[in-house]
């Protein structure tokens, strides 16, 4: 098993926006990771693990050098500020008097600020993945105790983000919850020490389909809001880099005795 910290990076997406009022699509949209300032009380704080951008996993090995794994990448997806992105779709002109934001748009530019719309998985755009792993030993020490492996995954699994989304002035804070799937496949090294511990570094490469965006869940009662139809759509491409310490757990199995 072992524990440890990331940053991610972003493809260009589309993202489509549908509900009461409102049915547009951002093309060609930049986003960034949001990692938390290094401080000691956060990053090792036992009530604040979960703050920062992190990675957990824990696994078992079926074979020598072959491995399955489950856990999950606590990444984090935000949607950069001040930046002009084409728009196609409507926007109510009851939602707000500005008339920029509202109205029929044609494939039209937009400038997107936070007088229009704050949109991001900040309390994690989290990939909770299983994996298949592969070790491979490139140097072992003379006294056995050291090992310096290349190690590769192919991972699948479900993306639960916790979308903040404000809108027009107007703010929904949602909980956790399933909004799609995820593939992806990673890479890196590890320097194993005593048998027993390792320190690692790794880079993923991903791609998630998010058809089920929630954007307007009330946070107090965790029902939708009257909109039945608040949802968003997008598909994220996503290039990860950790690096993280862990170990080895042995379970030695119990030989059966011949009765003679």
């Known amino acids: 098993m072992y ?16 509900g009461s009022g409102f049915d547009f699509t951002l093309k060609d949209v930049d986003a960034e990771d949001m990692p938390e300032t290094f401080l000691w009380k956060t990053y090792f704080s ?6 920062p951008q992190f990675n ?14 489950f856990g999950a990448d606590h990444m984090k997806y935000h949607i950069i500020q001040t930046q002009l992105m084409r728009i ?37 755009f989290n990939f909770l993945r299983a994996s298949i792993e592969q070790r491979a030993p490139i140097w072992t020490s003379k006294n056995g105790q050291h090992h ?29 919850y399933p909004a799609g799937y995820g593939f992806s496949l990673s890479g890196g090294a590890r320097f194993e020490f005593k048998k027993w511990f390792f320190v690692q570094v790794n880079a993923q490469v991903g791609w998630t389909d998010l058809p089920g965006i929630i954007l307007q869940r009330n946070p107090n009662t965790g029902t939708l809001t009257s909109d039945k ?25 119990r030989k059966k005795v011949e009765e003679k």
């Open 3 to 18: 524990w440890g910290y990331n940053r991610a990076y972003y493809a260009e997406s589309d993202i489509h926006f549908k």
């Open 88 to 124: 196609d779709g409507y926007i109510d002109e009851s939602y707000s008097e500005l008339s920029e934001y509202t109205g029929d748009f044609d494939n039209e530019y937009i400038l997107y600020t936070p007088k229009f719309m704050d949109f991001h998985h900040s309390n994690g």
């Open 46 to 51: 036992p009530a604040k693990l979960s703050i």
């Open 148 to 176: 310096f492996v290349m190690n590769g995954a192919a991972s699948a699994g479900v993306i639960m983000p916790w979308t903040d989304w404000t809108f027009l002035g107007q703010r929904w804070l949602n909980n956790l």
């Open 229 to 253: 139809n608040g949802r968003a759509d997008q598909k994220i491409q996503f290039v990860e880099r950790s690096w993280g310490l862990g170990g080895y757990i042995p379970f030695k199995t």
């Open 56 to 69: 957990l996993r824990i696994g078992y090995y079926i074979g020598k050098n072959t491995a399955v794994s």
